[in-house]
Each structure stands twice: as C-alpha cells, then as structure tokens.
Nanobody, 123 residues
Framework: VQLQASGGGLVQAGGSLRLSCVASGRTFSPLSMGWFRQAPGKEREFVAAINWSGDGTIYADSVKDRFTISRDGPVNTVYLQMNSLKPDDTAVYYC?????????????????WGQGSQVTVSS
C-alpha cells in the first residue's frame, strides 16, 4: 500500500490542523490505519488508529479529546483532525497502514508508511 500524507504546517498554540492520508495500491484488503509522530531526538510514538470499518478508534492519552481520527472509505483516505494544538505536538506525523482490520497502537504491527508531514506549533 502506498500512502501519501498532506496537511501539515505551522500553527499557533490553540489552533487546529487537519492531516490527510490517501492510500493506493492494495486497498481492497481490509486495512486499519494509524497516525504516529516523531519529534526531534525522540522515538516515533503512537497518536491514533482506526479500524477497517471506521467504527473503532484508539488514541494516545496525550491527544485524547483534542485529536480525532476518521476515514472515508470510498476515497481510501484517513484524516487526523488536530484541535487545541500545543507546542509539545510539534513533530513529523506519519500515517501507516496495517493489513489487519483491527486497529492497533503497536508500531511494529504496521506494514506500510507514508513519507511524513511536518507539524509545528508555536507558543
């Protein structure tokens, strides 16, 4: 599966951004999708994931109630709506696909990764 992410940028603290990730290729398979992020000098960490049918989501505690993951099945796109952004949210955000219909927060479970999208939150 090929993944193309977009929508990053620079925003002030308290602002919002929406990331998009379009999947192509083996999209007839049941895929769960996830978002991860990596800040400078830190390991890549889980942000959010959504199952194949779109009715099951999981979030990292640090983003719960601020971020929302969703997907649009017919266009094979997953979104990450980020509200009330904080400087600590600054990172490169990656979308990922897992050839499994059940959402997971485990990085090694994911099979394919997008190229990353920079999100910078200024204070």
């Amino acid at each position: 599966v090929q993944l193309q992410a977009s929508g990053g940028g620079l925003v002030q603290a308290g602002g919002s951004l929406r990331l998009s990730c379009v999947a192509s290729g083996r999209t007839f398979s049941p895929l769960s999708m996830g978002w991860f992020r990596q800040a400078p000098g830190k390991e890549r960490e889980f942000v959010a994931a959504i199952n194949w049918s779109g009715d099951g989501t999981i979030y990292a505690d640090s983003v719960k109630d601020r971020f929302t993951i969703s997907r649009d099945g017919p266009v094979n796109t997953v979104y990450l709506q980020m509200n009330s952004l904080k400087p600590d949210d600054t990172a490169v955000y990656y979308c990922a696909a897992d050839l499994n219909p059940i959402a997971t927060m485990i990085l090694d479970d994911y099979d394919d990764w997008g190229q990353g999208s920079q999100v910078t939150v200024s204070s």
